[in-house]
């Protein structure tokens, strides 16, 4: 099983390229799907923060509190959204304690991290990368 770790923030320089990537895998363009956030934490002196899903271990909190089943564990660590289950309540989102499921407005339903490795592809400055878990 795989996901996406931050190797090294110190690194980040909050160029959102793995922001564009992970939108890009719906051939969308700018930020609108991503499930990857880079945050300033007080700009190029203080810093960023990259939030993305760290495959918590069984049960997921997320998991835990959707009502209907639409968060399944995935096989190792992590979840995986059941779309047709989902009645976009939006518990998943408050859930998480890192803050790394986010909303898609325009399908009304949680973003989850798929673990596809898209974004650690275009970050040229290794903060990012999938791995083996």
């Known amino acids: ?8 923030p110190e690194r980040c320089v909050g160029c959102q390229m793995c922001m564009f990537a992970c939108t890009r895998r719906f051939s969308l363009g700018g930020f609108g799907r991503s499930t990857i956030h880079v945050k300033s934490v007080g700009g190029i002196e203080r810093g960023f923060v990259v939030v993305v899903c760290r495959a918590c271990d069984k049960p997921a909190p997320c998991a835990r509190v959707c009502p209907t089943g639409a968060l399944a564990s995935r096989d190792g660590k992590g979840v995986k959204l059941i779309r047709d289950k989902c009645i976009g309540c939006g518990k998943c989102v408050e859930a998480c304690p890192i803050g790394a499921v986010f909303w898609d407005e325009e399908a009304g339903k949680p973003a989850i991290c798929v673990y596809c490795g898209y974004c650690a592809d275009y970050c040229e400055y290794g903060v990012i990368k999938l791995e083996e878990v």
Not at 1 to 8: A, L, Y
């Open 1 to 8: 099983m795989k996901r996406i770790s931050v190797v090294d």
